[in-house]
């Protein structure tokens, strides 16, 4: 589940293609779940190249796609994947997605055998230290687990993550699945990296169970 930076539409568009393709193979759409998806979650979703192409047909939406390769190093495989892309940030888009992939986990493959992945980075530009402090107030609402909370926070600019609807989305899909934790496994900045310490993105990871 991935936020689109570039194009600005309604709802959540769900790739109508048969794969995402990355340096280390093809990754094929799980068609079973997008047409799950398209009766369950009304006209939320629907099937769209908005956020995952552009007009003239390059890619340059990343969101999504810059995970793919943790997957497949990870699983020694190309997992099936089902490549949402959120257009807004709305409480209702979020909670009308979270309830149908939840759906169409139990009805399709059951819980353990699908893993929900909500793309985001953390904070943007700011100096070192009040990027630790932005993310780290974020990392904690994600780890209390109250999607509602976190959604709110986003919602008044107090925290930031550009993929801020999907992972309130997989905080839902998650909790109705049965999750009933969150745990930060990893933090980290550009600065660290990169040597600037005045200008830095901010980095977690996140495991739900």
Same mark, same amino acid.
């Given at each position: 589940?991935?936020?689109?930076?570039?194009?600005?539409?309604?709802?959540?568009?769900?790739?109508?293609?048969?794969?995402? /393709?990355? &340096?280390?193979?093809?990754?094929? !759409? =799980? $068609?079973?779940?997008?047409? #799950?998806?398209?009766? @369950?979650?009304?006209?939320?979703?629907?099937?769209?190249?908005?956020?995952?192409?552009?007009?003239?047909?390059?890619?340059?939406?990343?969101?999504?796609?810059?995970?793919?390769?943790?997957?497949?190093?990870?699983?020694?495989?190309?997992?099936?994947?089902?490549?949402?892309?959120?257009?807004?940030?709305?409480?209702?888009?979020?909670?009308?997605?979270?309830?149908?992939?939840?759906?169409?986990?139990?009805?399709? /493959?059951? &819980?353990?055998?699908?893993?929900? !992945? =909500? $793309?985001?980075?953390?904070? #943007?530009?700011?100096? @070192?230290?009040?990027?630790?402090?932005?993310?780290?107030?974020?990392?904690?609402?994600?780890?209390?687990?109250?999607?509602?909370?976190?959604?709110?926070?986003?919602?008044?600019?107090?925290?930031?993550?550009?993929?801020?609807?999907?992972?309130?989305?997989?905080?839902?899909?998650?909790?109705?699945?049965?999750?009933?934790?969150?745990?930060?496994?990893?933090?980290?900045?550009?600065?660290?990296?990169?040597?600037?310490?005045?200008?830095?993105?901010?980095?977690?990871?996140?495991?739900?169970?």
């Amino acid at each position: 589940i991935a936020p689109s930076h570039l194009e600005s539409f309604r709802g959540v568009s769900v790739f109508p293609g048969v794969a995402y /393709r990355t &340096p280390l193979g093809d990754c094929s !759409v =799980a $068609s079973d779940f997008t047409d #799950h998806l398209l009766t @369950d979650a009304g006209g939320t979703v629907r099937a769209s190249l908005e956020g995952h192409w552009l007009k003239d047909q390059q890619r340059q939406e990343h969101s999504l796609e810059v995970q793919l390769p943790f997957l497949q190093v990870v699983m020694k495989r190309a997992p099936q994947i089902l490549p949402l892309v959120i257009g807004d940030g709305t409480w209702e888009t979020a909670e009308t997605l979270g309830r149908a992939i939840a759906s169409a986990v139990k009805n399709l /493959r059951g &819980p353990g055998k699908v893993v929900i !992945v =909500a $793309s985001s980075d953390l904070s #943007h530009f700011y100096g @070192d230290s009040q990027a630790e402090e932005l993310d780290a107030k974020t990392l904690r609402l994600i780890e209390a687990f109250d999607a509602v909370a976190f959604h709110e926070e986003l919602q008044a600019g107090r925290v930031e993550a550009c993929g801020g609807a999907p992972i309130v989305t997989a905080m839902l899909a998650a909790q109705a699945l049965g999750a009933t934790v969150a745990t930060t496994l990893s933090y980290n900045h550009s600065g660290k990296v990169m040597g600037d310490s005045r200008s830095v993105v901010g980095y977690g990871a996140v495991r739900i169970d």
